[in-house]
């Protein structure tokens, strides 16, 4: 049968469940950084949705992060906030959305993870870690000047000095961090089927 189309199995299942509740820990395990008006969050739900990627591989690792998401938005409070379907019209709500991408372009740029070098599985992670910050920049700056009623919007400058420049390095570290810890991990323990 296809591989495309075949049906999850246990193990995948459990390992993806397993990434979803990682995520949701990592929500909790958090540094609030005062910048003027805005509070950056930082945390290590980016770290477990990295792992999700690497040891997953893309589609499973999305699914996690797209099931940790689904879980918040019906009102069960894993976010680093709280929950529930307001929390779509928070303008950091990308950052969210930018985890799947996050695990789904590390997982397909690391689909022969076992034969990966370090220094490409840290060049994933940061491609991954740019499209995190694509998805949470557009829509932090989408939603605070065009939807959120009664806010002054954003500027493309204070944007990026805030959201991006402030927490591109740590999230950098966590990038590192991921790309070491899943290439200790991989000779240790029998992966699921990476998809």
């Given at each position: 049968m296809n591989d495309s189309i075949r049906k999850i199995g246990t193990k995948e299942l459990v390992a993806c469940a397993l990434f979803t509740a990682l995520i949701a820990v990592g929500a909790f395990i958090k540094i609030m950084i005062p910048l003027g008006p805005f509070a950056v969050t930082f945390s290590l739900q980016f770290f477990f949705a990295l792992?999700?990627?690497?040891?997953l591989g893309p589609v499973n690792g999305l699914m996690s992060v797209l099931l940790y998401l689904f879980i918040g938005l019906i009102g069960i409070p894993i976010f680093a906030h709280g929950g529930g379907p307001g929390y779509l019209m928070r303008p950091t709500f990308g950052f969210l959305i930018g985890f799947a991408a996050a695990a789904y372009v590390v997982g397909r740029l690391s689909k022969d993870l076992r034969a990966m070098p370090l220094r490409h599985m840290i060049a994933a992670a940061f491609a991954a870690e740019m499209a995190y910050y694509a998805c949470g920049l557009v829509y932090y700056f989408v939603m605070f000047n065009y939807v959120v009623p009664g806010v002054?919007?954003?500027?493309?400058?204070?944007?990026?000095?805030?959201?991006?420049?402030?927490?591109?390095?740590p999230d950098f570290a966590l990038c590192v961090a991921a790309a070491l810890a899943a290439d200790r991990i991989r000779p240790h323990i029998g992966l699921p089927r990476r998809r």
């Open positions: 792992m999700a990627g690497f040891l002054a919007g954003i500027g493309l400058s204070e944007l990026f000095s805030v959201w991006f420049f402030s927490t591109v390095i």
